[in-house]
């Protein structure tokens, strides 16, 4: 008889145990996948985020909300800001309110692009922007044109390096978006937008994004059902600012006490995020690490159980002339058989529970998808728990060549 | 095959010198506790004495590897143990596949030793006299040079005694038998009958 259908016949015949060792190295192996998902989602979003302008202008939420959804395109819909605000800011004008207090100096301007975020296509980020898109500062990693123009007329659109490939367009291209709104499901009727330019690679969510002019933006948003501002089609999400610096403490009093905006200060949001995320971090990874030494443990102790429970076996089989490598090549392929149906059954475990706890997590993690999660890490962690579970057979095969034959084979 | 103990020591018995030949069928007598079944096992190089010589066709298997013994025992002996030893989730017949015969062989010795109807059963819900037929049916499959039996008949019924033993002694005359038995019924098939006491120095 091959070794192959003795370990198979094995675990046929002894169901119940096998069964529980595959569903608990199953939901364990796919819990420490899941775990592992959410920490490189959450460490992902610091490689994609823009490091343009050093401040952002959104609606009233938190600074850590306006902070990814405006540099990595993160969350739902955003809610809206005045673009009257964006163009006295533009304008550098004198700022009055209604008791009469004027605000001009104190700060300085020196650079501001407006961000409307009007719906998502096939994960990617529908903006409308200006042309001073392309000349964000610090220009490295800051979006430039590869092919045609920036879209100055209705219905064109710029695209990020990302999407050619994703969606095999090219300048020149239809592509049939709908526009979508805050707090709202609803879409617009889908409408057609011309491809007239593309952007060249920056590493970062600018990739992600579909650019098209204000007016089309506001336009779309417009006609969508359901949407209602006080400030008509002429608003936007976002708007990215340099502020010289000296002049932001004034700023933010300014933005964040007399008006509907809110300000996020890009390095001290990350900064914040960061501490958010590096506690978070640390707990997943101790979560991860305990999970790994319990089912480490639980394997070795169901290993060790069943070769205490099959020391006669082992005997008998040396006695009919099987050596201990035979034996070692058993527990191994044994070894494999559960280590291959926990791997698949984990896999499956994974993909019903990933989205229901991506879903929880909510907006603070970005989508997953093929650049943040790679096919290949599943394959890796796949292989790692094999390896792992086929380790595990190391200290019975051990036991099984300290083990005296003759006197177990009399029962003594 | 010819097997030969010399000088050993062990912490059960002492032997000076046993010689089996090529084909003889030896039995080996004596009382509970003599060491009859270490004997064996030290003959099948499962137990390895604390000095002395195991010889397998002149070759001392202390100079072999345990790869090298393990090969040498599956390719040229064939054991029933006392404790019958199936392992109890394969079924009588794939206990019989274990020792390497092939499923026809295998179902040819279970029908031999009257056990036809048995092949599929697990070897847990036999009678311990099934078992042991069982038992004898999977050295019957292995059929090697030498055959190490120990107590084969000790829960038969006269007659399934009488068709076992008949089916072990039917193989070929060069077949080396030793056998550990307390069972009179077997004797007259034996060319030496050896009691313990004579072989321990």
């Known amino acids: ?412 | 095959m010819e097997l030969r103990l010399r000088n050993i020591k062990t912490a059960f018995f002492n032997i000076k010198d046993l010689h089996i030949a090529s084909g003889e069928r030896l039995l080996i007598k004596g009382p509970s506790g003599t060491g009859k079944t270490t004997l064996l096992h030290l003959l099948a190089g499962l137990y390895l004495p604390s000095s002395g010589e195991v010889l397998w066709d002149k070759t001392d298997i202390s100079t072999l590897s345990e790869n090298q013994v393990s090969h040498f025992r599956k390719s040229k002996m064939s054991l029933i143990f006392q404790n019958l030893n199936l392992l109890p989730y394969l079924t009588a017949l794939e206990n019989i596949e274990l020792g390497g015969a092939s499923g026809q062989l295998a179902q040819e010795k279970l029908n031999q030793v009257g056990l036809a109807e048995k092949s599929v059963a697990r070897t847990q819900s036999l009678s311990l006299g099934e078992q042991q037929r069982v038992a004898v049916a999977r050295s019957l499959a292995q059929s090697q040079e030498v055959l190490l039996a120990d107590e084969p008949t000790s829960s038969l019924d006269d007659v399934n005694a009488e068709q076992v033993t008949n089916l072990l002694f039917n193989g070929s005359s060069k077949q080396s038998i030793i056998m550990v038995s307390h069972d009179h019924r077997v004797e007259k098939f034996f060319t030496r009958i050896v009691d313990m006491k004579e072989i321990m120095a």
Request: with cysteine.
């Open chain 1, 1 to 412: 008889m091959n070794l192959f259908r003795l370990s198979f016949l094995y675990l046929k015949r002894h169901l119940f145990t096998t069964v529980v060792t595959i569903l608990s190295l199953g939901i364990a192996i796919a819990a420490v996948t899941v775990l592992m998902k959410l920490e490189v989602l959450s460490h992902s979003r610091f490689d994609t985020l823009a490091n343009q302008g050093n401040a952002i202008v959104g609606a009233k939420s938190g600074g850590i909300d306006i902070l990814l959804g405006a540099l990595n395109f993160e969350g739902d819909i955003p809610n809206y800001v005045p673009q009257n605000l964006y163009e006295t800011l533009k304008a550098k004008k004198e700022i009055s309110f209604e008791d009469q207090t004027k605000f001009k100096d104190g700060f300085s301007i020196t650079h501001i692009t407006p961000i409307l975020v009007f719906g998502k296509y096939k994960g990617f980020t529908l903006v409308g922007t200006d042309e001073s898109l392309l000349n964000l500062t610090p220009s490295e990693n800051a979006p430039q044109l590869d092919k045609g123009s920036f879209p100055q007329n209705p219905g064109e659109v710029l695209v990020g390096a990302s999407f050619p490939s994703a969606e095999a367009v090219e300048v020149g291209s239809n592509i049939y978006v709908h526009a979508n709104i805050h707090g709202s499901t609803v879409s617009s009727s889908a409408f057609p937008l011309k491809v007239v330019g593309i952007l060249k690679p920056t590493g970062k969510a600018w990739d992600q994004g579909l650019y098209t002019n204000l007016a089309t933006a506001q336009t779309a948003i417009a006609v969508t059902p359901g949407y209602s501002s006080i400030w008509g089609p002429k608003v936007l999400s976002y708007f990215l600012l340099n502020i010289e610096i000296g002049g932001e403490d004034s700023f933010a009093s300014l933005i964040n006490q007399r008006t509907v905006a809110q300000i996020a200060f890009i390095e001290k949001e990350k900064s914040r995020l960061q501490d958010l995320t590096g506690s978070n971090q640390s707990l997943q990874l101790l979560i991860v690490g305990i999970l790994l030494a319990l089912s480490t443990l639980t394997v070795l102790a169901v290993f060790f159980t069943r070769i205490e429970a099959r020391t006669m076996e082992l005997a008998v089989l040396r006695a009919l002339g099987y050596s201990r490598r035979d034996l070692t090549r058993l527990l191994f392929i044994e070894g494999i058989w559960i280590g291959a149906i926990s791997i698949a059954l984990a896999a499956i475990v994974e993909l019903i529970l990933s989205p229901f706890i991506l879903k929880t997590v909510g907006s603070t993690l970005p989508l997953v998808t093929s650049t943040n999660f790679p096919p290949w890490m599943i394959a890796v962690t796949g292989a790692c728990a094999l390896v792992a579970i086929i380790l595990a057979s190391l200290p019975p095969v051990w036991k099984l060549y300290r083990q005296d034959i003759h006197t177990t084979l009399r029962n003594i």
